[in-house]
C-alpha cells in the first residue's frame, strides 16, 4: 500500500472551473507540500505545511489555496482552473526539515495526479 | 540564472554502459546535494545524497560533487534497462526561515537491451 495516496490520479478538467487535489499519507509525518512538475522546469513548491496551523506559500502559489484538515490530509485547490495550470501535481512528506542537521530527510512523494485544463 | 541546471536530455544508452548524469548550481553556499530517481507515472524517490565534495558509492551509483566548479555528478555502472527513469538533482535552498528543496529539471535516461 502506498504511504503518500494522491486522488485522483488523472484529472481533465474546463476553464473556471474549481477543483480539488487530494493527498493522505500514513507516515506519520507533519511536514507536507505540494509541487507541480512541469517538462523542462522540474519540481516546483506550491503550498506546505508543517502541521496542521502551520501552513506557507512556495514559489508558485497564485491561483492555488491549500487545506491541511488533519495531519494526514493535506489538499490542493484551483479556485479557477485555467489552461496554464496543466501539469503533473505531487504531494510530499517529510518527517523533518530537509538538509537539516548531519543528514538528509528524504521528501516521500505520492504518485501523482496528471492534470490537464481545457 | 537558475540555482540548479541540469540538462533534460533524453539519454539513450546500451545496455552495461557506464552512464554520467550532471548538475550545476550557482550558490557556493550549498553542502548537501541529492539525486532522485522518478520511474514513469511515479513520484520521485530518493536515490543517494552526499555532504560538502567528494565521492559517495552505492553499489552501481557514485555521487560526485567537485565544489570549486559548483558541478555535481550520478554515474552509473553497467547500466541496466531498469535504471529507465528520470534523474533530478536537488539541493535544499534556506529560504524564509526554512530549508526547501530545490529541484533541477531531472535528465530522461533509456537504457536499451
Known amino acids: 500500500d502506498a504511504d503518500v495516496t494522491q486522488t485522483p490520479r488523472n484529472r481533465i478538467t474546463k476553464t473556471g472551473k474549481r477543483i480539488m487535489l487530494e493527498c493522505s499519507q500514513t507516515?506519520?509525518?507533519?511536514?507536507m507540500y505540494w509541487y507541480r512538475q512541469d517538462p523542462g522546469l522540474g519540481l516546483r513548491l506550491i503550498y506546505y505545511?508543517?502541521?496542521?496551523?502551520?501552513?506557507n506559500k512556495g514559489e508558485i502559489s497564485d491561483g492555488y489555496s491549500v487545506s491541511r484538515q488533519a495531519q494526514a490530509k493535506f489538499s490542493l485547490s484551483l479556485e479557477s482552473a485555467i489552461p496554464n495550470q496543466t501539469a503533473l501535481y505531487f504531494c510530499?512528506?517529510?518527517?523533518?526539515?530537509?538538509?537539516?542537521?548531519?543528514?538528509?530527510?528524504?521528501?516521500?512523494f505520492g504518485n501523482g495526479t496528471r492534470l490537464t485544463v481545457t | 540564472q537558475k540555482e540548479v541546471e541540469q540538462d533534460p536530455g533524453p539519454l539513450s544508452v546500451p545496455e552495461g554502459a557506464i552512464v554520467s548524469l550532471n548538475c550545476t548550481y550557482s550558490?557556493?553556499?550549498?553542502?548537501?546535494f541529492m539525486w532522485y530517481r522518478q520511474y514513469s507515472r511515479k513520484g520521485p524517490e530518493l536515490l543517494m545524497y552526499?555532504?560538502?565534495?567528494g565521492n559517495k558509492e552505492d553499489g552501481r551509483f557514485t555521487a560526485q560533487v567537485d565544489k570549486s566548479s559548483k558541478y555535481i555528478s550520478l554515474f552509473i555502472r553497467d547500466s541496466q534497462p531498469s535504471d529507465s527513469a528520470t534523474y533530478l538533482c536537488?539541493?535544499?535552498?534556506?529560504?524564509?526561515?526554512?530549508?526547501?528543496?530545490?529541484f533541477g529539471a531531472g535528465t530522461r535516461l533509456a537504457v536499451h537491451p
Open positions: 507516515k506519520g509525518h507533519d511536514r
Open positions: 505545511s508543517f502541521d496542521v496551523k502551520d501552513i
Open positions: 510530499a512528506t517529510s518527517d523533518r526539515e530537509v538538509g537539516q542537521g548531519g543528514g538528509h530527510s528524504p521528501l516521500h
Open positions: 552526499t555532504y560538502s565534495s
Open positions: 550558490n557556493s553556499a550549498f553542502q548537501y
Open positions: 536537488a539541493i535544499p535552498l534556506f529560504s524564509g526561515g526554512y530549508n526547501k528543496l530545490i
